[in-house]
């Protein structure tokens, strides 16, 4: 069985640090934690290019986990890239209409580099004298086919858009002078944010999946007001409220959950 551990764990530093400092640490108390919590199988990380670290890939390798790590497009790296055959580019079928993406693979220091390229199409293009290729590489350990550990890797950005989502709330607010309440709000935070997607899961399952502002303003601040009488609380919400049916279709699949026992 392999363990999927996406690296979306926080970890504190004090004052002004580089983005690298301490990912050592952090990778080995990760991976403590996840065997801890039962994990007996392959483990596969995956992260962005702040973990682009040797040391740390080689700690990796000797504990046993495979990983995908991004990597920035250094001249050494660009170099690696331009000896890349022409007919070595597959094009991806499964990337948006806003682009075409194509992959392919090198080695760089006997490991697998992979490297997406991407042209961006119609409106996403305009203003642009040079049709250019964007890079984006990421070095793995894996033997894997080339396309799942792209795309594998890639779906892993997943993780920026709840951390954009968590900016945009609680974390709007942070940091504050003292360590404690930092790590302490960090949690609250993030439990009101799951909170929240799993109203939006259980609630609008059929729903196109929103930035977290928007389902706050939706299903969160609501321009009502309760009243009680004869033992029964009713809610009072505006005639012409533009979001009322959402709303109420959450609050009905919601109150239809069969009760923990």
Known sequence: MRTRARCCTSAFRTGKANTQRGVIRFVDELVARVRAAGATGEILLRADSGFHNKALRVRLAAKGVVYSIGARVTKRIEAQISEIADDAWQTLTDYPATGVAQIAETVLDGERLIVRRVRPLGSDAQGKLFETWQHHAL????????????????????????????????????????????????????????LLRWTELLGLPASTPRRARTHRRRLLELPGRLTRHARTTTLHLPARWPWQTDYIAALTAIRALPALT
């Open 139 to 194: 070095i793995s350990n894996r033997t894997d086919a080339l396309a799942l550990i792209e795309a594998e890797h890639r779906a892993h950005a997943v993780v920026e858009l709840a951390i954009r989502d968590v900016k945009d709330q609680a974390l709007a607010h942070f940091p504050s002078g003292d360590f404690p309440a930092n790590a302490a709000w960090t949690v609250i935070a993030c439990l009101a944010h799951d």
